[in-house]
């Protein structure tokens, strides 16, 4: 008896070593993969990608460890998607208005179609996204998607009405920036990353983007100045490189996948909280002036988009896309995610 006893102890110990061990190397070697992002490290973006990584961290319980490159420290703004593909980065997080003519579907969410907010746009996309599965993402594993907050133009001069945009050299870039040029403005287009410079220079007098950017990148220190038009959201996208998706074991794609959709709802709450946090923080340390445009007169301005939708059907029938009802099923979730 006290010999079986002795055996079962001895196998129990061993089968608890192994179980010891192999629970030690897992917990020692976690999945790691990198995640490239192009702005600093306090933008929008960035503060999502964090999120994102303890999130993900946490709920594998340790078995994925993501580090994460701010800055374009490992891709920029414009090598975002290629590098992905490529397996420079394993995640990359992308601003689809860089590359307008490559994200012909989902850069629908930049048309003028009065969404109100960067959660209203976000929930949106997701949908839209996901209902049509475009082409252009077929190369990557899509982890989330989401908007910024409706744009506005930040100006070094005062801005109050059609008259005084003509010709001012303001800088977008992608759908944002048809919406300027429609308007009589001078658009120059360049990514946000590069806009501080362009600023100092003189280059520009101001931008068009969610005024969260007065705050994150400091343009209230130039820009006195905002002008809410709130017309056009830009669109991004935080996508895998396909080989690095095909390996993971399924309980991390499930968590990853279970997540897609709340990080859109959680970035787009965080953005248009920001937003006012940012405008608060203008006024009393830049003495920011915010200008309101009188309704009937805001009206006229967003009016002078409707080429831009015209435009785009153009476009994306261009490329046998059935653009007319793509466009009406969008309007559809802008009104769906209105309140
Ligand atoms: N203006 C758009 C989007 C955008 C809004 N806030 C930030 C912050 C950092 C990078 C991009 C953006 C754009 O330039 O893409």
């Known amino acids: 008896m006290k010999k079986i006893l002795t055996v079962s102890s001895l196998l129990a110990i061993v089968v608890g070593l192994q179980l010891l061990i192999s629970g030690g190397i ?30 993900v961290e946490k709920r594998t319980n340790g078995k994925v460890s993501i580090q994460t490159f701010p800055g374009g ?16 980065a394993n995640i990359g ?17 930049s048309l003028s179609l009065n969404i109100k907010s960067a959660l209203q ?26 908007t910024t907050a409706p744009s506005n133009i930040m100006s070094t001069i005062p801005i109050k009405s059609l008259n005084d945009l003509k010709g001012v050299p303001l800088r977008a870039s ?9 308007w009589g403005a001078n658009m120059v287009g360049m990514p946000m990353t590069d806009t501080p410079e362009a600023l100092q220079k003189g280059v520009v007098k101001g931008l068009f983007s969610s005024l969260e950017v007065l705050m994150d990148f400091k343009f209230a220190e130039q820009c006195k100045y905002a002008t809410i038009t709130n017309a056009g959201v830009y669109p991004f996208a935080v996508v895998m490189n396909m080989e690095t998706w095909n390996k993971l074991p399924d309980d991390v794609k499930k968590v990853m996948d279970d997540m897609a959709r709340e990080q859109a709802e959680w970035t787009g709450k965080y953005m248009d909280d920001h937003v006012l946090e940012s405008i608060e923080w203008s006024k009393k340390n830049h003495g920011l002036q915010v200008i309101e445009i009188p309704p009937e007169e805001l009206k006229k301005w967003h009016d002078l988009l409707e080429p831009i939708n015209n435009k785009w059907i153009e476009d994306a029938k ?19 995610y209105e309140k």
């Open 26 to 55: 897992q917990a020692a070697e976690p999945i790691k993969l990198t995640y490239a992002n192009f702005p600093p490290a306090n933008t929008f973006p960035c503060v999502q990608m964090e999120r994102w990584k303890q999130e």
């Open 93 to 109: 997080c992308l601003s689809m208005s860089y590359q307008p003519g490559r994200f012909i579907v989902t850069n629908a969410l």
């Open 121 to 146: 746009g976000s929930l949106t996309l997701w949908d839209f996204y996901n209902k049509y599965k475009p082409e252009e993402f077929s190369k990557v594993k899509v982890l989330t998607m989401f």
């Open 318 to 336: 261009a490329k046998g896309l059935p653009a007319e009802k793509m466009l009406a099923d969008l309007k559809e979730l802008v009104k769906k």
């Open 174 to 182: 992608g759908g944002a920036g048809d919406i300027l040029k429609l």
């Open 73 to 88: 420290t490992l891709l920029d703004a414009k090598n975002m998607m290629d590098g992905v593909i490529a397996g420079q």
